[in-house]
């Protein structure tokens, strides 16, 4: 069995706003735990807490009184200019509306982020053609966004979002852009780099479908967690096997195409 080890723990975690003498808990007393290597679902309808939890977990809003700990470090305490550099060290993003630069190509979006850590140029492009060929768009890579199809622009965040070999991707509803066989497509595809990369995923949605996708479900509702689901090792090695017959399947059906 493998050992599991927590690279995302909440306690206790509130978030009240003010709207005039009125009080409203956003958030009201929320722990969980989150495991390296995991692919996490937060789910819950509008107005349910999530996406405020989402921001409090990237360290986009501070909360009003709780505990974040990512990767051994506390978020709550942290300074805003600490807050930027441990997001552009530890995080990666995947955006609903992708948020890709339209001036640049596929590559050069990916390898953006790389910039900002001081990446030379060659490295760069290096990594962001190879993981460029991970979400499937090796034939796309000189394109720019209008020349791409949504699914395709999505992956190109997601590959952009991995380009710093993140700790953790956060991705808020990723898939609220696409037709229901792209965001299948694109559920399969985080899956497979969860798996293939033991990379941690947490993913706000609002849809059950695809929250089952995930190897932990977290349900919230009015500011409050109501469940945790968690798939047993043997559901999690079926999905892995799963996955495997996709590829395998898509190959062969590649390979039968060049004939």
Do not use: W
Not at 173 to 188: F, H, I, R
Not at 194 to 199: A, K, L, P, S, W
Request: charge should be positive; glycine fraction near 6%; include cysteine.
């Amino acid at each position: 069995m493998v050992k599991k080890e927590p690279v995302i723990q909440v306690k206790d975690l509130y978030k009240i706003y003010r709207l005039g003498e009125e009080k409203v808990r956003a958030l009201n007393g929320v722990d969980f735990v989150i495991n390296r290597g995991e692919f996490c679902s937060i789910v819950g309808t509008s107005g349910s807490g999530k996406s405020t939890l989402l921001n409090m977990l990237a360290g986009l809003e501070k909360p009003t009184k709780g505990e974040i700990v990512i990767a051994g470090e506390h978020m709550e305490t942290k300074k805003e200019n600490q807050l930027v550099a441990f997001r552009r060290e530890h995080i990666g993003f995947i955006f609903q509306s992708y948020n890709l630069l339209p001036t640049l190509s596929a590559v050069e979006n990916v390898a953006l982020p790389l910039t900002f850590q001081g990446v030379n140029r060659k490295m760069r492009t290096k990594r962001a053609n190879e993981l460029l060929n991970l979400v499937g768009l090796a034939t796309h890579k000189k394109h720019k966004p209008t020349q791409m199809s949504g699914g395709q622009q999505q992956r190109v965040g997601m590959a952009r979002a991995l380009v710093v070999e993140p700790e953790i991707i956060f991705a808020d509803e990723p898939t609220g852009n696409l037709d229901s066989v792209t965001s299948e497509e694109m559920m399969q595809l985080m899956r497979k780099v969860v798996y293939q990369r033991h990379q941690t995923l947490v993913m706000v949605t609002h849809d059950d479908h695809l929250a089952s996708y995930a190897d932990r479900i977290i349900r919230i509702k009015d500011g409050k967690v109501i469940s945790i689901t968690e798939k047993t090792e043997e559901e999690r090695r079926e999905m892995i096997e799963e996955l495997k017959r996709t590829e395998q399947e898509k190959k062969e059906k590649e390979r039968g195409m060049r004939k």
